[in-house]
């Protein structure tokens, strides 16, 4: 068990600052046309569960359901739409490693445009693989903070979950990823309040940071990299101390 970085604080709060730039819907949109296809072209979000979680996550934003509709029309390929997802792996300001998730119509515009935040912002894109080896694949379910922490990691432990983290009013769950789907109905059924789950790379040993001005350099590539439609998760090993 672990404290949690002020990183995730500052990305949840971005994450608000993004719907109001117009960013989100676009990126939500991308990621369930992605889901339907990585789903096998399964469109029920009852039979596929990465789907589920991308149309949960629309609909936390207000998405219309006309738009989730057509962009899981687009996940079937029925606009003649095609999304291929892009991982792109390399170094930030200051060494810290990072990974890059996207899904694009235009790998060649894609792979240029991430390359060039890399490379004017102190930055290198490195080959698959360069970097991977520092992040853990994990499942991530993040609950209001309604317990005690000694409640919810107990009831986490039982239900199989590999580790809770705490920040100021929320909980982080973590599982592995092929477990999420289980672990999260245990915290549904039992009355959790959920307010997101997902897949992430987590840092295995993350930088770690005294505060958020020295870390501001590394935060706003991230940023840069964010800004990007075609982007739908950046991931650094870095830490910023509570």
């Keep these: 068990m672990s404290g949690h970085s002020k990183w995730a604080q ?24 992605l889901a339907v296809k990585q789903g096998g072209g399964i469109g ?7 789907l589920r979680l991308a149309v949960d996550a629309a609909r936390a934003q207000n998405m219309p359901k006309d738009n ?12 003649g739409a095609v999304m291929d ?19 694009t119509d235009n790998k060649n515009r894609t792979t240029s445009e991430v390359a060039n935040v890399f490379n004017k912002n102190g930055g290198s894109m490195g080959q698959i693989g360069s970097v991977s080896y520092m992040f853990k694949p994990l499942g991530q379910i993040i ?19 590999e580790d809770v983290e705490e920040s100021e009013d929320e909980f982080f769950i ?21 307010k997101e789950t997902e897949i992430i790379q987590k840092p295995i040993t993350p930088i770690l940071f005294d505060s958020a001005e020295n870390a501001s350099r590394i935060i706003e590539f991230v940023e840069k990299l964010e800004e990007n439609d075609d982007v739908q998760k950046v991931y650094a090993n870095f830490e910023i101390k509570n």
Excluded: C, H, M, W
């Excluded at 500052?10 to 046309?33: M, P």
């Design 44 to 50: 029920d979000p009852n039979q596929n569960f990465k």
């Design 174 to 194: 973590y599982t592995k990823p092929q477990e999420l789907k289980t672990i999260r109905e245990k915290f549904g059924a039992s009355g959790y309040k959920i």
């Design 143 to 161: 609950i209001e903070k309604t317990k005690s922490l000694d409640e919810v990691f107990l009831f986490a432990a039982e239900s199989g979950a």
């Design 10 to 33: 500052i990305k949840r709060q971005k994450g608000v600052n993004d719907t109001k730039r117009g960013l989100a819907f676009t990126k939500l949109s991308t990621a369930i046309s």
């Design 85 to 103: 997802e892009v991982v792109y792996e390399g170094f930030g300001p200051g060494g810290v490693a990072v990974i890059v998730e996207g899904a």
């Design 68 to 79: 989730i509709e057509r962009a899981i029309e687009r996940g079937l390929g029925k606009n």
